[in-house]
């Protein structure tokens, strides 16, 4: 039994897990066990940034774009080290492999206890005191609390949640 599992890791769930290490370190609390389920393809990238072109700008200067409210700087900072500040908007592709270098940071530093499925959830049902989550490759998944970190997805992918009829 997992106690989060998060569904979607591309920024937004990057950054959720940044926040999350950054709570447990400060609050000095338990490890907790999370599961992440987003496809190989855009793990820890996401669509927006991962699957981006190199002409492709971030919308935003980079002090704007925080991972963690205790690193607001983060992006911009790794982009002085590694010596890629050209413009005040950078190319998508280099907040992909910040996000990227980030996740691989957080997860070796073994603050959480994390454990990748490399697929797509199918379903998720609420049963009693957990959630059950099926994915792509019919492994299922027992969680506390699940994030959704889906990005931009439009309203279609949802037609169960759709308020139009």
């Not at 709570?23 to 190989?40: F, H, R, T, V």
């Amino acid at each position: 039994m997992y106690d989060i599992a998060i569904v979607g890791f591309g920024a937004t769930g990057v950054s959720l897990i940044k926040q999350i290490q950054d709570e447990i370190y400060s609050l000095n609390l338990d490890k907790p066990k999370i599961a992440i389920m987003n496809p190989l393809n855009s793990f820890a990238t996401g669509h927006a940034f991962g699957d981006a072109d190199s002409i492709h700008k971030v919308n935003t200067i980079p002090n704007l774009l925080p991972v963690s409210s205790y690193e607001p700087d983060s992006f911009y900072h790794w982009l002085k080290k590694n010596k890629i500040i050209t413009d005040n908007y950078p190319a998508r592709l280099q907040f992909s492999r910040f996000l990227s270098q980030l996740y691989h940071q957080i997860n070796s530093a073994d603050t959480l206890h994390i454990t990748e499925f490399h697929s797509s959830a199918t379903s998720i049902a609420k049963a009693k005191d957990k959630f059950v989550i099926e994915d792509s490759n019919h492994q299922i998944i027992h969680s506390k609390t699940v994030v959704m970190c889906l990005g931009a997805k439009s309203s279609d992918n949802f037609p169960q949640f759709s308020t139009q009829r």
